[in-house]
């Protein structure tokens, strides 16, 4: 990684492309303007997400026009989730802004974004599509279900998971792990952490080419995306409590059932219970192996959760303020575990 100046950037902007050489050029041109003079000192950081087209040439053509762009090219093409995360490794401002490089979000929307970051004191700012120009059967309609399950699940009560837009302090989105998909559920695995998210709506502009990456086919990976972010929210932290209730019932109804067998064996000695009760036989092993699986799962997920909180070196909360102390100094933001280690052994 690169340097950087002694003036640490306040704002950092970072923007994956993956062939996108018809719009580079006029989205830089649209942020420098809107940036330049009332956002500074800022810095531009766009990542190639190994384009095949001119996007390369051009991204290395104004970085070396503009000394406040870096390029990150990956080394294959990973996805707009890991684009996203390495931009977000390597962005050092305060506030760091996300968008798409299609041209399809309005730069003239990041003052809105950036003043309500400071009107409201949040963590998160969000931009909201509330007039949609994409196609209403293959895009708008799916994600009109999908936003309203992810709210409804991940208990985060905004209208837009999918947009890229998004306005971040800097410790709040260095806080979360990204990896899959999983940047449409920014806001879900930030609020788990105590992130404090406001939805703003933005302009929706027709792309300058009119096509999109993504079709319908990325709906099923989102619903299965869903149900991963429920388990991680509700279930990380104690597995067991997700596995063990079936267990305990298959292991429960299997027993009884194998008891109720295993006591008229006894008393009719002579019965042939495959031939008299075969098919009940069947289901009461299969039910009581289900719940010792199950449980067995459970048990084995508590262990692994165990040993990854045990030997991380960071805390598994945050602090949002320190007050008074041998120092009395007041802290705002989350102090890393060095940080907060050091003020309570008073060093």
């Known amino acids: ?3 950087h100046s002694k003036t640490p950037p306040r704002f950092s902007l970072v923007v994956p492309f993956h062939d996108e050489q018809q719009s580079v050029r006029e989205l830089h041109r649209q942020l420098s303007e809107i940036m330049t003079g009332r956002f500074e000192p800022v810095e531009f ?3 190639d997400d190994q384009s095949s087209d001119a996007t390369p ?4 053509e104004i970085a070396e026009e503009d000394p406040r762009v870096a390029v990150l090219r990956l080394k294959r093409n990973y996805g707009q989730t890991t684009a996203l995360a390495a931009g977000f490794d390597y962005a050092s401002g305060d506030v760091i802004i996300s968008m798409d490089g299609d041209l399809q979000h309005d730069p003239a929307d990041i003052p809105t974004l950036l003043e309500t970051l400071d009107a409201t004191g949040c963590d998160i700012v969000s931009g909201w599509r509330q007039k949609r120009v994409d196609n209403f059967i293959l895009r708008r309609l799916p994600s009109r279900v999908a936003n309203w399950m992810m709210a409804k699940l991940s208990g985060v009560p905004i209208h837009d998971f999918g947009t890229t837009f998004k306005v971040y302090r800097r410790e709040t989105i260095k806080d979360v792990p990204l990896y899959g998909e999983m940047h449409r559920f920014i806001p879900a695995l930030a609020a788990w952490n105590g992130a404090k998210i406001v939805e703003v709506p933005i302009r929706n502009i027709v792309r300058p080419d009119g096509q999109s990456h993504y079709g319908i086919s990325r709906t099923l ?6 149900i991963t972010i429920r388990f991680l929210m509700r279930y990380m932290t104690r597995p067991l409590h997700f596995f063990g209730p079936p267990g305990l019932l ?5 027993g009884g059932i194998m008891a109720f067998l295993l006591t008229e064996k006894l008393l009719w000695w002579r019965l042939d219970l495959f031939a008299e009760h075969g098919p009940l036989l069947v289901l009461g092993m299969m039910l009581t192996l289900f719940g010792v699986q199950l449980l067995a799962v459970g048990l084995v997920g508590e262990l692994l959760m165990r040993t990854h909180f045990e030997s991380r070196e960071s805390p598994i909360y ?11 100094t007041h802290i705002s933001g989350y102090p890393n575990a060095k940080t907060l280690a050091s003020r309570q052994a008073g060093g």
């Open 1 to 3: 990684m690169r340097e």
């Open 45 to 47: 950081v766009y990542v």
């Open 57 to 60: 040439q051009i991204l290395a």
């Open 221 to 226: 990976r989102v619903f299965f995306d869903i």
């Open 250 to 254: 298959g292991l429960f109804l299997g």
């Open 318 to 328: 945050r602090v949002e303020h320190v007050y008074g102390g041998p120092e009395a």
